[in-house]
């Protein structure tokens, strides 16, 4: 099993920023690659950036690139997503879990913390 709990969210104004931290406990931390994925209302939920279970290698969605950087502590058994410049389009509810990728996309294990809500008003 694997617990994880986010939490860093909040409102701010389009182009501002935010730190999203996800604490895990359970499993071996370090031996997966993370996510960080989002939902919106109304929307499924997407991927929006991850990183290799050493930190050396990281990927992002298209709409956040050059915007979110994502990061971990594997000491700390945390991982982070720094968000910056952000529009009101990120308003999403922010979701961590380990991760896997296909060779085409990211997909989440099925294990899921309670999420934390971002909200960017313009």
């Known amino acids: 099993q694997v617990q994880l709990v986010e939490s860093g969210g909040g409102l701010v104004q389009a182009g501002g920023s935010l730190r999203l931290s996800c604490a895990a406990s359970g499993r071996t931390f370090s031996s997966y690659a993370m996510g960080w994925f989002r939902q919106a209302p109304g929307k499924e939920r997407e991927f929006v950036a991850a990183?290799?279970?050493?930190?050396?290698?990281?990927y992002y969605a298209d709409s956040v690139k050059g915007r979110f950087t994502i990061s971990r502590d594997n000491a700390k058994n945390t991982v982070y997503l720094q968000m910056n410049s952000l529009k009101p389009e990120d308003t999403a509810v922010y979701y961590c879990?380990?991760?896997?990728?296909?060779?085409?996309?990211?997909?989440?294990?099925?294990?899921w913390g309670q999420g934390t809500q971002v909200t960017v008003s313009s």
């Open positions: 990183i290799s279970w050493s930190g050396g290698s990281t």
């Open positions: 879990a380990p991760a896997t990728n296909d060779g085409s996309s990211w997909t989440p294990y099925d294990y």
